[in-house]
């Protein structure tokens, strides 16, 4: 199975400034139908489900704010908040979309300073 | 607008089953896959398997394989996961999810239903 890793655990950032979340995979997630990487990143909200950010690194959701940005390449990969609003306050995970099982990070939890 | 609503929470006793449904609403039901995950307390999500609603073809974690179902009913445009033998640590909050390709999977999640909680306790 590919393992997810992100870093930090957690994060306070204060409003208005940057929030940057890693994502490690443990090894290459690089879809051959694209050459484009199989990463997407959720937000997590207490008793809502997940919703869709990011996928395929970076190709933000419709909808989704565009100071949310996913970059990276290999098996390093960037979630970045450019400006943090009190709404933005949730757990971040990450996943790759590449092969089953389809692996979650353990999520990182953004918080206001 | 896509909307994906389950069942109720759930307590079951260690050896139990649970059934699960998603009813799926806002959109052509075989044109997506769904993909269900679970989220136990302090954990990471967990992917469980996915099923095409249009031929009721199912595929499943390797570590779900033995006690794992997925059905549909298209009639009534919903799927359904049933859990068998179940553990203590399956207590979870169980997600049905779409997958946003029409032609295919991408293995992504774009709506999600509202999620599950099956607390399994003796």
């Known amino acids: 199975d590919i393992v997810m890793t992100q870093s930090p655990d957690s994060l306070a950032v204060s409003l208005g400034e940057r929030a940057t979340i890693n994502c490690k995979s443990s090894?290459?997630?690089?879809?051959?139908?694209?050459?484009?990487?199989?990463l997407a990143w959720y937000q997590h909200k207490p008793g809502q489900p997940p919703k869709l950010l990011i996928y395929w690194s970076s190709t933000r959701e419709s909808g989704v704010p565009d100071r949310f940005s996913g970059s990276g390449s290999g098996t390093d990969f960037t979630l970045t908040i450019s400006s943090l609003q009190a709404e933005d306050v949730a757990v971040y995970s990450c996943q790759q979309h590449y092969s089953p099982p389809y692996t979650f990070g353990q999520g990182t939890r953004v918080e206001i300073k | 607008q896509v909307q994906l609503v389950q069942s109720g929470a759930e307590v079951k006793k260690p050896g139990a089953s649970v059934k699960v449904s998603c009813k799926a609403s806002?959109?052509?039901?075989?044109?997506?896959?769904i993909h269900w995950v679970r989220q136990a307390p302090g954990q990471r999500l967990e992917w469980l398997g996915w099923i095409n609603p249009q031929t009721g073809g199912a595929i499943f974690a390797q570590k779900f394989q033995a006690r794992i179902t997925m059905t549909r009913d298209t009639s009534m445009t919903t799927v359904y996961m049933e859990l068998s033998s179940l553990r203590s640590d399956d207590t979870a909050v169980y997600y049905c999810a779409r997958d946003p390709w029409t032609r295919g999977r991408r293995n992504y999640f774009d709506s999600w239903g509202q999620g599950t909680l099956v607390t399994v306790s003796s």
């Open positions: 090894q290459i997630i690089l879809s051959d139908s694209n050459n484009k990487n199989s």
């Open positions: 806002g959109y052509t039901f075989t044109g997506h896959y």
